[in-house]
């Protein structure tokens, strides 16, 4: 099973920060914190992933709480591209075996409008 | 670099019929997955390879068989298809397991079983 919650679905308005929130009150300290998401028909998409600290790409940030209980992936101007069904997952760091690979859970299907 | 493909993308199957999906990448990656989505559903793993000659079962393995002969193909075989086996059937890749390499993932087969 998944160990994250999200909302189910979130609308944007197009040139906004879109904010998507993520539960995973139960993580541990030796996993991450990725978002990947997938575009209506296509294969999912690498967004970026953190421990701890804040994280920034050319794509998103993403905001880590201190107790590391949930997360927040923001998209700083959404576009009508960035329509498309966000995941959060929960990593372990320690790969070989099954322990790195990745879990889906139903993510948020984020609509951004014009 | 055309990065991960797959080879048929669409396909129908009576039950009882076999098939092999085929995945490949032209990025040098160790690490290899097979998932399937079913409607309004995340991602399952199904199998991955974390390298030439290897395999393993992932999260709902049943009624598949895979092979990695070659660090470049990954190949999933339905050997009876199964109505219940009807799904987007998605193929990834990584550079390693660890948690600085993102999964890369092809476009997808849609497979009906009738």
């Known amino acids: 099973d998944a160990k994250t919650t999200q909302p189910p679905s979130m609308d944007c308005a197009e040139g906004r920060a879109a904010n998507l929130p993520c539960n995973h009150s139960?993580?541990?300290?030796?996993?991450?914190v990725y978002w990947y998401r997938q575009i209506h028909s296509q294969g999912p998409q690498y967004i970026i992933h953190?421990?701890?600290n804040n994280e920034t790409n050319e794509m998103a940030s993403l905001i880590i709480t201190e107790d590391r209980k949930s997360s927040t992936l923001i998209l700083p101007h959404a576009t009508l591209r960035d329509t498309a069904v966000y995941y959060c997952i929960v990593r372990s760091m320690n790969y070989g075996g099954s322990q790195g690979n990745l879990i889906f859970g139903k993510g948020t299907k984020l609509s951004v409008k014009p | 670099n055309a990065g991960v493909t797959q080879t048929p993308k669409f396909r129908v199957l009576k039950t009882g019929q076999s098939m092999t999906l085929l995945c490949a990448q032209d990025?040098?990656?160790?690490?290899m997955y097979w998932y399937r989505q079913d409607p309004g559903m995340g991602l399952r793993l199904i199998h991955y390879?974390?390298?030439?000659?290897?395999?393993a079962k992932g999260e709902v393995p049943d009624g598949y068989n895979v092979s990695r002969l070659k660090k470049q193909n990954f190949l999933l075989g339905l050997e009876s298809a199964a109505p219940s086996q009807t799904s987007v059937y998605f193929c990834?890749?990584?550079?390693?397991?660890?948690?600085?390499?993102?999964?890369?993932f092809g476009p997808g087969t849609r497979l009906t079983v009738l």
């Open positions: 953190g421990l701890k």
């Open positions: 990834a890749s990584s550079y390693n397991g660890d948690q600085y390499n993102e999964q890369f």
């Open positions: 990025m040098n990656h160790e690490y």
């Open positions: 390879s974390v390298g030439e000659g290897t395999t």
């Open positions: 139960t993580i541990s300290g030796n996993e991450y």
